[in-house]
C-alpha cells in the first residue's frame, strides 16, 4: 500500500484571499512571523501495492484534470511510502 | 526567505466527504488507481531569514490554534528551503 500526495496551490499571480485571511489572522493573535501566506489543497491517494509508472501517468492525468485547476492552479505528485 | 509548509488533515476517524467524492469520481473518469482518497490543506507561510526556534514553536502554535482544528485535524509544521 503506498501512499500517491499531490499538492495543489494556487499560482503565484492568482489572488489567493485564504490566504490573504489567514496571514491577516496571524498578528491579530499575536504571530509575528508570517510575511506571506498561500492555503492549498492535499490530496493523499492510497493505491495497492508499489505503484507503476502507468499508475504514476494517471495520477498525473487525475491531478491535471480533477485535482487541479491548471489555469489558475499548480500541482505536484509525491510518491510517499 | 524560508518557506514553511504547514499539513493539516482530517483525523482517519473523521469521515471525509471531500475525499469521497473525489474517490468516486476518479473511476467515472476511467481512473481505477485509487484505493480511498482524503483531501486536506496545505499553507505555505514566508518567513524571513532562516525561522529561528521561537518562530518555529510560534508556528506550531498557529497552526494548532488558526490553522487547524486539532478536535478533527491533525498537523504536520515542515520547513522547506
Redesign the interface.
Known amino acids: ?1 503506498a501512499t500517491i500526495v499531490v ?3 494556487l499560482k503565484p499571480e492568482i489572488l489567493d484571499p485564504q ?1 490573504q485571511a ?1 496571514a491577516s ?2 498578528p491579530r ?1 499575536g ?1 509575528n ?16 501495492g508499489v ?1 507503476t509508472p502507468e ?1 504514476l501517468a ?2 498525473e ?2 491531478a491535471e ?3 487541479s485547476n491548471p489555469v489558475i492552479e499548480t500541482y505536484v505528485v509525491k510518491v510517499e511510502a
Open positions: 500500500m499538492e495543489v496551490m490566504g489567514v489572522a496571524l493573535l504571530f512571523f508570517a510575511q506571506a501566506v498561500r492555503q492549498g489543497k492535499r490530496f493523499e491517494i492510497e493505491v495497492a505503484p499508475q494517471d495520477i492525468r487525475a484534470t480533477l485535482l
